[in-house]
């Protein structure tokens, strides 16, 4: 194709003043300032520009571009501009703890604490008892020491800080005994023999990656120990011929040599989630209770709070941890500690708790009830996708995910949507794109709408995001583009 006939196309392209005359751009300056409108007209014509530059001669054929379909693209990208970018989605993946997507969505009583912290002042550091500074992290520690049977507690930023700044607390330059069966990777980023080592502390690693015995640990013992480390496997598992060191056993061979044992648990409970048909994760009761002096756990994950990390057990070791310099690095800021009290207060009451904490709420819903739920909403897609979509019910499992009960698929119910038309990829990039955005799985050409992970009071917005996302005629590339 000559240069000519390129130039032709070009010359096809409004000027950003035509584009900007039209009706739809001249309403919505009433919204939006008038350059940003013009950007975004200068920016989707330089892009048209550029198609027309690349295009291939069959691509070019009929090309027509009119400016209100340029005009109402572009306010399309004004109101995509102008959106928050980090924004709430409804998770249909059927995975709970997606820290993709924010881990752990929080208990209305946290988000209400939030808000009143958030637009308040607050006695963050302040006794209202003698009207002295205190510390930030008094105010929740009598309610985790309640509910933990922990003598003292501690909360930063995450998991990953709290086991790095006990770790350099109690044993920088000095060795740190574990399992080789437990050097755990977690989220790619997250290595217990990495943060060991920016800790300060030498990993000895003891017995084979299937079996650790205790003897394995005490001869690895001596006078350059500093502590004894477990670690909760708790995105993998190592199956058939196994064998792990009980905390107890672990306990009293460190109480020999004067020195901590320590557990990382990872997502730590604080109910028992066997009664609920769930495989049984470990809770910190039962660690502190079988004597572990410090032990670990995330905020975001099982325990459905705020991201942090809580330090829990023997206060010889946690006012050590105190003193560390790096706290202020990893202090945890009123947001986190607000929710983390409200949502802490909610496991007073286990049945509370069990209602109002949407994690597990959402591990322990019963599968009628999705069912029900499930028939409601594919009735309501099913009449209005008709021509687009076949809309069924499916059975497939639902994950925990976060890192936490790996193996546990749980019986889930999803609505499934197969277009008849079109390619379920490009449907669940539209789903993204929907407002709220909505994540689904994509399984053999068929979108999964798992509702395990979608909040109840969300199914509404569901079904009305999946109907604009889908009935939208035309994404809005396709928009102004007209072949
Ligand atoms: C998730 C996890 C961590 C990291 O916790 P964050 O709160 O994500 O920092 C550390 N250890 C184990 C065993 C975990 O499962």
Known sequence: MSKNDRQDYLRLLPSVERVLQEKILQESLAEFPRHLAADAVRDLLARKRMLILNAVAEELQGL?????????????????????????????????LHTNLGRSPLAPAAVQALKEIGESFSNLELSLKT???SSRYEH???????LTGAEAALVVNNNAGAVFLSLNSLAAGREVVVSRGELVEVGGSFRISEVMASSGARLIE????????????RRAVNGQTALLLKVHTSNYRIMG??????????????????????????????????????PREPMVQESIGAGVDLVTFSGDKLLGGPQ????AGKKKYLDRIRENQLLRALRVDKFT????????????DEAKA??????????????????????????????????????????????????ALPLTAIPSMQVCLEPLLQNAGLLAAKLRRADPPVIVRVHKNKLLLDLRSVMERQDEMLVKAVLRALDAGGSPEEAGMEQ
């Not at 929740?140 to 309640?146: M, N, V």
């Not at 017995?207 to 003897?215: F, H, P, R, V």
């Not at 942090?308 to 330090?311: C, R």
Request: net charge positive; charged share 20%.
């Open 64 to 96: 027509k571009f009119s400016s209100a379909g340029l005009a109402k693209e572009a306010l399309i990208a004004i109101v995509e501009q102008t959106l928050p970018h980090l924004r709430p989605v409804i998770n249909a993946t059927g995975v709970i």
């Open 131 to 133: 009207g002295r500074r």
């Open 140 to 146: 929740i520690e009598s309610l985790l020491c309640y």
């Open 206 to 217: 003891v017995g084979a990656t299937n079996k650790c015995y205790l003897k394995d640990y």
């Open 241 to 278: 011929f196994t064998a792990a060191v009980p905390a107890r056993l672990l306990v009293k061979l460190a109480a020999e040599y004067n020195i901590p044992c320590m557990e990382d648990l990872g997502s730590g409970v604080l109910v028992d989630l066997s009664r609920f048909g769930l």
């Open 308 to 311: 942090a990390g809580i330090i």
């Open 337 to 348: 500690l607000a929710a983390l009290e409200a949502t802490l207060r909610l496991y007073c």
């Open 354 to 403: 069990m209602r109002q904490i949407p994690v597990l709420r959402m591990l322990t819903i019963s599968r009628d009830e999705l069912l029900k739920r499930a028939e409601r909403l594919s009735r309501l897609l099913a009449e209005q996708l008709a021509g687009c979509c076949q809309v069924t019910i499916s059975h497939e499992h639902a994950r925990v995910g976060g890192g």
